[in-house]
């Protein structure tokens, strides 16, 4: 799990302005076991039954306890949003500022969006978009870690712009490529054998020769 945040004590709930308190090591295990169960119910039930009842039962910690480490159940989605974050964008991410130039960094992107994607990440994508819909923390939080994953893209483009002594926008390629691999990505999750990792790797490089 990720990095969990900082609580401890038998004090009240801090207010969301008040800013979190340090945090217990029994602290930190507690809410990370929140964590995991809100991520189970996400995956499984596509946010029916998600509460922060059911949450507290599943972890095994009270109710009250629960509304200590989270105040609503929106905090819950987005301590989820953060904690997937090392599982879907960081690897990206590390993907694109390792060395090497800008053909060996997309091939290292697209060997790894070219590996599936396990079933509760997935489901947990499709859960945190269905909460958005109706929660704009969430959406404003989901936005942000969506806009950081675009990046990715634009980054690696931008290596292709400063090989060529920086000539073309990476911009636009990289919003492009971020755009095609939604789009398979979509296609995976219904079954579909799009082939992801050819496509892509033809795409990137038929951007990258007309650029």
Known sequence: MAAVAKDSGDRPAPSARAGRPRTSAKGEQTRARLIAAARTLLAGEMGEGFTTRNVAALSGVSHGMCHYHFQDRTDLVLAVIADIRPEWITPLEAAVSGPGSFAERAERVVELLGRPEGAELSHLHSALHWQALNDARVRESLEIEYRRWRACFVALFQ??????????????????????????????????????????????RTLAAGA
């Open 159 to 204: 290596v292709l712009a400063d090989e060529r002594g920086g000539d073309f926008d990476p911009r636009p390629l990289g919003l492009a490529v971020a755009a095609a691999v939604d789009g398979l990505a979509a296609m995976d999750s219904l079954g579909a054998d799009g082939g992801t990792e050819p496509v892509l790797r033809t795409l990137i």
